[in-house]
Protein backbone atom coordinates (compact mmCIF):
# COMPACT_ATOMS: atom_id res chain seq x y z
CA UNK A 1 0.00 0.00 0.00
CA UNK A 2 1.12 3.60 -1.11
CA UNK A 3 2.07 5.80 1.82
CA UNK A 4 -0.59 8.68 0.49
CA UNK A 5 -2.89 7.95 -1.83
CA UNK A 6 -5.05 10.03 -3.56
CA UNK A 7 -7.89 9.90 -6.70
CA UNK A 8 -5.46 11.15 -9.67
CA UNK A 9 -8.52 12.82 -11.84
CA UNK A 10 -8.89 14.43 -13.37
CA UNK A 11 -11.98 16.07 -11.67
CA UNK A 12 -13.32 18.42 -14.44
CA UNK A 13 -15.90 20.86 -13.11
CA UNK A 14 -17.59 24.22 -14.29
CA UNK A 15 -16.51 27.43 -13.33
CA UNK A 16 -18.34 28.58 -9.68
CA UNK A 17 -19.22 24.72 -8.61
CA UNK A 18 -17.71 23.02 -5.29
CA UNK A 19 -15.15 20.30 -5.27
CA UNK A 20 -13.54 18.03 -2.76
CA UNK A 21 -10.30 16.30 -3.16
CA UNK A 22 -9.32 13.44 -0.47
CA UNK A 23 -6.13 11.68 0.26
CA UNK A 24 -5.60 8.83 2.94
CA UNK A 25 -2.12 7.70 4.25
CA UNK A 26 -0.72 4.75 5.83
CA UNK A 27 1.37 5.57 8.96
CA UNK A 28 -0.66 6.49 11.71
CA UNK A 29 2.25 8.37 13.30
CA UNK A 30 2.48 11.48 10.81
CA UNK A 31 2.65 14.68 12.32
CA UNK A 32 2.06 17.34 9.90
CA UNK A 33 -0.45 17.66 6.47
CA UNK A 34 -0.44 20.12 3.84
CA UNK A 35 -2.08 20.72 0.51
CA UNK A 36 0.33 21.84 -2.12
CA UNK A 37 -0.33 23.29 -5.55
CA UNK A 38 1.35 22.18 -8.74
CA UNK A 39 0.40 23.94 -12.02
CA UNK A 40 1.53 22.24 -15.30
CA UNK A 41 5.31 22.00 -15.76
CA UNK A 42 5.86 24.48 -12.35
CA UNK A 43 6.61 23.74 -9.10
CA UNK A 44 4.72 22.53 -6.06
CA UNK A 45 3.70 25.37 -4.19
CA UNK A 46 2.35 25.79 -0.24
CA UNK A 47 -1.31 25.77 -0.74
CA UNK A 48 -2.45 25.88 3.10
CA UNK A 49 -1.19 23.60 6.12
CA UNK A 50 -3.98 21.17 7.44
CA UNK A 51 -4.88 22.06 11.27
CA UNK A 52 -6.20 19.03 13.48
CA UNK A 53 -9.19 21.54 13.89
CA UNK A 54 -9.75 22.29 10.65
CA UNK A 55 -8.92 25.36 8.94
CA UNK A 56 -10.54 27.75 5.93
CA UNK A 57 -8.53 30.66 3.67
CA UNK A 58 -10.68 31.84 1.44
CA UNK A 59 -12.05 29.52 -0.72
CA UNK A 60 -10.54 26.48 0.48
CA UNK A 61 -11.29 24.13 3.35
CA UNK A 62 -8.74 21.87 4.45
CA UNK A 63 -9.93 19.11 7.20
CA UNK A 64 -7.97 16.34 8.94
CA UNK A 65 -9.87 12.50 10.15
CA UNK A 66 -6.79 11.21 12.50
CA UNK A 67 -8.91 8.34 13.35
CA UNK A 68 -9.57 7.30 9.68
CA UNK A 69 -6.04 8.77 8.68
CA UNK A 70 -7.33 11.23 5.57
CA UNK A 71 -7.51 14.90 5.01
CA UNK A 72 -9.70 16.30 2.71
CA UNK A 73 -9.34 19.69 0.70
CA UNK A 74 -12.69 21.59 -0.55
CA UNK A 75 -12.57 24.30 -3.10
CA UNK A 76 -16.05 26.76 -3.28
CA UNK A 77 -16.81 28.51 -6.30
CA UNK A 78 -14.21 27.31 -8.64
CA UNK A 79 -12.17 29.61 -10.53
CA UNK A 80 -10.56 29.20 -14.12
CA UNK A 81 -7.16 29.85 -12.26
CA UNK A 82 -7.64 27.08 -9.37
CA UNK A 83 -7.01 24.38 -12.68
CA UNK A 84 -3.77 22.44 -11.02
CA UNK A 85 -2.48 19.28 -9.41
CA UNK A 86 -3.31 18.96 -6.59
CA UNK A 87 -0.76 17.23 -4.00
CA UNK A 88 -1.25 15.48 -0.14
CA UNK A 89 1.36 15.95 1.69
CA UNK A 90 2.10 13.86 5.13
CA UNK A 91 5.08 14.89 7.38
CA UNK A 92 6.50 11.25 8.10
CA UNK A 93 8.69 11.08 11.09
CA UNK A 94 9.60 7.85 10.90
CA UNK A 95 10.68 7.52 7.48
CA UNK A 96 13.96 9.94 6.21
CA UNK A 97 13.83 11.99 9.69
CA UNK A 98 11.20 15.03 9.44
CA UNK A 99 10.37 14.69 5.31
CA UNK A 100 7.84 14.84 3.32
CA UNK A 101 6.19 12.61 1.67
CA UNK A 102 4.01 13.42 -0.97
CA UNK A 103 0.76 11.95 -2.96
CA UNK A 104 0.60 11.95 -6.87
CA UNK A 105 -1.68 14.60 -6.78
CA UNK A 106 -5.34 15.15 -8.41
CA UNK A 107 -5.86 17.34 -11.23
CA UNK A 108 -8.38 19.99 -11.50
CA UNK A 109 -10.09 20.99 -14.61
CA UNK A 110 -12.04 24.24 -14.06
CA UNK A 111 -14.27 24.55 -17.40
CA UNK A 112 -15.44 27.70 -18.53
CA UNK B 1 14.02 37.60 -5.49
CA UNK B 2 14.83 35.00 -2.59
CA UNK B 3 14.29 31.40 -3.23
CA UNK B 4 15.65 28.34 -4.50
CA UNK B 5 17.46 28.18 -7.75
CA UNK B 6 18.50 25.05 -9.94
CA UNK B 7 20.42 24.95 -12.71
CA UNK B 8 20.30 23.75 -15.61
CA UNK B 9 16.69 23.61 -16.48
CA UNK B 10 16.81 21.43 -19.53
CA UNK B 11 19.82 18.44 -20.09
CA UNK B 12 19.81 15.68 -22.41
CA UNK B 13 22.39 13.22 -21.59
CA UNK B 14 23.31 10.11 -23.37
CA UNK B 15 23.28 6.87 -21.33
CA UNK B 16 26.98 6.60 -19.29
CA UNK B 17 27.52 10.33 -19.40
CA UNK B 18 28.19 12.03 -15.83
CA UNK B 19 26.36 15.65 -14.90
CA UNK B 20 26.18 17.84 -11.65
CA UNK B 21 22.56 19.64 -10.93
CA UNK B 22 23.15 22.58 -8.75
CA UNK B 23 20.87 23.74 -6.02
CA UNK B 24 21.19 27.21 -4.27
CA UNK B 25 19.05 28.62 -1.66
CA UNK B 26 19.56 31.89 -0.29
CA UNK B 27 17.29 31.78 2.95
CA UNK B 28 19.71 30.27 5.37
CA UNK B 29 17.52 26.95 5.42
CA UNK B 30 19.32 24.38 7.49
CA UNK B 31 17.27 21.38 5.58
CA UNK B 32 18.23 20.45 1.49
CA UNK B 33 16.43 18.03 -0.23
CA UNK B 34 16.12 16.31 -3.78
CA UNK B 35 13.61 15.03 -5.55
CA UNK B 36 12.71 12.90 -8.54
CA UNK B 37 8.80 13.01 -10.12
CA UNK B 38 7.42 10.99 -12.50
CA UNK B 39 4.19 10.76 -14.06
CA UNK B 40 1.65 8.83 -11.68
CA UNK B 41 4.46 8.18 -8.95
CA UNK B 42 3.92 11.98 -7.32
CA UNK B 43 7.96 13.66 -5.94
CA UNK B 44 10.29 10.59 -4.59
CA UNK B 45 12.94 11.60 -2.17
CA UNK B 46 16.56 10.93 -3.29
CA UNK B 47 18.79 12.34 -0.72
CA UNK B 48 18.55 14.92 1.74
CA UNK B 49 20.68 16.92 4.11
CA UNK B 50 20.10 18.41 7.89
CA UNK B 51 22.74 21.00 7.43
CA UNK B 52 26.19 21.88 5.94
CA UNK B 53 28.64 18.78 5.40
CA UNK B 54 25.83 16.41 6.33
CA UNK B 55 23.86 14.20 3.70
CA UNK B 56 21.72 11.28 3.83
CA UNK B 57 19.67 8.21 1.83
CA UNK B 58 15.50 8.77 0.77
CA UNK B 59 13.58 6.21 -0.67
CA UNK B 60 14.84 6.36 -4.13
CA UNK B 61 19.24 6.90 -4.17
CA UNK B 62 20.62 4.26 -5.82
CA UNK B 63 22.66 5.97 -8.92
CA UNK B 64 23.00 9.37 -7.24
CA UNK B 65 25.26 11.11 -5.39
CA UNK B 66 25.13 14.58 -3.40
CA UNK B 67 27.51 16.75 -1.77
CA UNK B 68 26.85 19.58 0.35
CA UNK B 69 29.92 21.73 1.52
CA UNK B 70 28.22 24.74 1.66
CA UNK B 71 25.21 25.37 3.57
CA UNK B 72 23.47 27.37 0.83
CA UNK B 73 24.54 24.80 -2.02
CA UNK B 74 23.16 20.96 -2.51
CA UNK B 75 24.83 19.04 -5.50
CA UNK B 76 23.16 16.20 -7.04
CA UNK B 77 25.26 13.83 -9.17
CA UNK B 78 24.86 11.42 -11.47
CA UNK B 79 28.22 9.36 -11.97
CA UNK B 80 26.81 7.14 -14.88
CA UNK B 81 23.17 8.27 -16.41
CA UNK B 82 20.99 5.38 -17.37
CA UNK B 83 17.66 5.58 -19.38
CA UNK B 84 15.50 5.09 -15.65
CA UNK B 85 16.90 8.56 -14.58
CA UNK B 86 15.05 10.17 -17.29
CA UNK B 87 12.56 12.36 -15.16
CA UNK B 88 12.16 15.75 -13.13
CA UNK B 89 14.46 16.88 -10.93
CA UNK B 90 13.25 19.00 -7.79
CA UNK B 91 15.62 20.43 -5.31
CA UNK B 92 13.73 21.88 -1.79
CA UNK B 93 14.88 23.65 1.68
CA UNK B 94 12.96 24.68 4.75
CA UNK B 95 14.17 25.96 7.58
CA UNK B 96 14.61 24.38 10.63
CA UNK B 97 10.96 25.72 12.46
CA UNK B 98 8.11 26.98 10.68
CA UNK B 99 7.39 24.13 8.66
CA UNK B 100 3.60 24.25 9.63
CA UNK B 101 3.74 28.25 8.01
CA UNK B 102 6.33 27.90 5.21
CA UNK B 103 6.53 24.24 4.33
CA UNK B 104 9.01 23.52 1.68
CA UNK B 105 10.05 26.15 -1.00
CA UNK B 106 10.91 24.21 -3.98
CA UNK B 107 12.91 25.31 -7.03
CA UNK B 108 11.96 25.24 -10.53
CA UNK B 109 13.03 22.05 -11.61
CA UNK B 110 15.49 20.43 -13.85
CA UNK B 111 13.98 17.96 -17.24
CA UNK B 112 16.44 15.46 -18.02
CA UNK B 113 16.29 13.19 -20.40
CA UNK B 114 18.48 10.42 -20.95
CA UNK B 115 19.19 8.97 -24.43
Known amino acids: RKEVEQDPGPFNVPEGATVAFNCTYS??????FFWYRQDCRKEPKLLMS???SGNEDGRFTAQLNRASQYISLLIRDSKLSDSATYLC?????????????FGPGTRLSVLP | NAGVTQTPKFRVLKTGQSMTLLCAQD?????MYWYRQDPGMGLRLIHY???????AKGEVPDGYNVSRLKKQNFLLGLESAAPSQTSVYFC??????????????FGSGTRLTVV
Open chain 2, 92 to 105: ASRSSDGLRRYGYT
Open chain 1, 27 to 32: NSASQS
Open chain 1, 50 to 52: VYS
Open chain 1, 89 to 101: VVNDRDNYGQNFV
Open chain 2, 27 to 31: MNHEY
Open chain 2, 49 to 55: SVGEGTT
